[in-house]
């Protein structure tokens, strides 16, 4: 068995109409940053487990992101998932 | 007509709807906690407002997973009737009974006022003390009731008439104006296919005597109680 740790990211749909990134988006550009062109507010999900190898890992996290970390109707996802190596 | 209430963790619209049941309509009723694995024989569950386990992770995300909603869902399915109110019309959206979702308010708000709705569908067992078109005044008290369907699913809903209630004006206009939270077609309640399980982001309960304000919302609940008469004489 491994130890890994799973970084989930998940964002509104670009379709899915996201206030908070607007008003974050207006509030960077009243301090001057008005470079920015797009801001989309998400969440981001850190899963601690043990798994197999990597490949089963990945494919359990994926399974955790289609029933219940995400909304597929209004929310996309991606994660990386690392091995954590024990001292 | 025995109607079921279900309190979940975080529910705190269970004793508004409770007390129009029982002590307005004269309802049998029977409160369901969201461990119980049966309905009671219920003949209509309703899933109350509030914030069911908190809302985590997403509104109704939790909720879908209590013991209670698998027999919610094979209620639903059985065609029992299924009436979500508020985070209950989340909660249905998350278990997948009702399409689409809620998402944050278009306003960023929590909104926490009356709107008036276009009763679009009176052939339900929810709305068929209201007339065709009628105009009804309901509160509404949420941060994240604003409609989300994809295009295709949008249109779907709309070609079978699945949209029962609209955020209009006081003359019954849908117009943007009227909308209190960016609903997609300024949709406040939809119903699933077979007629049988109804979402709707107001607040019918809170409007069921003249003391609040309104008595609209007695309408929707004499409907439900009145269909049960119809099911016991057919």
């Not at chain 1, 001057?32 to 197999?52: H, L, N, P, Q, T």
């Not at chain 2, 508020?86 to 960023?108: D, T, V």
């Not at chain 2, 604003?146 to 019954?172: I, M, T």
Request: hydrophobic share 40%.
């Amino acid at each position: 068995m491994i130890r890994v740790v799973a970084r989930v990211i998940v964002t509104p749909k670009p379709v899915v109409n996201d206030p908070q990134g607007i008003t974050v988006k207006q509030g960077l550009a009243t301090l001057g940053f008005r470079e920015v062109e797009d801001v989309r507010v998400g969440k981001y999900i850190e899963v601690s487990m043990e798994a197999e190898s990597m490949h089963e890992a990945r494919e359990r996290v994926e399974a955790m992101c289609r029933q219940l970390l995400a909304n597929h109707i209004i929310e996309d996802f991606h994660f990386e998932v690392d091995q954590v190596v024990r001292r | 007509m025995k109607f079921g209430v279900v309190v979940f963790p975080g529910t705190w619209s269970d004793r508004d709807c409770g007390w129009v049941i029982d002590q307005v309509v004269g309802a049998k009723l029977q409160y369901l906690w969201h461990k119980d694995a049966d309905l009671k024989g219920c003949d209509c569950v309703i899933l109350p407002g509030g914030f069911a386990y908190g809302d985590y992770l997403r509104t109704g995300a939790i909720a879908r997973f209590a013991p209670v909603m698998q027999e919610v869902g094979e209620f639903a399915d059985r065609g029992g009737l299924v009436w979500g109110i508020c985070n209950g019309f989340q909660i249905l959206c998350e278990a997948g009974l009702l399409p689409g979702a809620l998402i944050r308010n278009a306003s960023l708000e929590y909104r926490c006022e009356w709107t008036h709705l276009s009763v679009e569908r009176t052939d339900l067992a929810f709305t068929s003390q209201c007339a065709e078109r009628e105009v009804i005044r309901v509160p509404i008290g949420h941060g994240e009731g604003s409609y989300f369907a994809e295009p295709a699913v949008l249109s779907r809903l709309e070609q079978n008439g699945q949209v029962v209630f609209r955020y209009c004006d006081a003359g019954g206009r849908v117009v943007p104006g009227a909308n209190p939270n960016g609903s997609l077609h300024n949709i406040a309640g939809i119903i699933n296919k077979r007629g049988n399980v109804l979402g709707m982001m107001p607040h019918p309960e809170r409007c069921s005597e003249p003391e609040l304000g309104g008595a609209d919302g007695l309408k929707l609940f004499r409907s439900v109680a009145g269909h049960g008469l119809k099911v016991l004489m057919s």
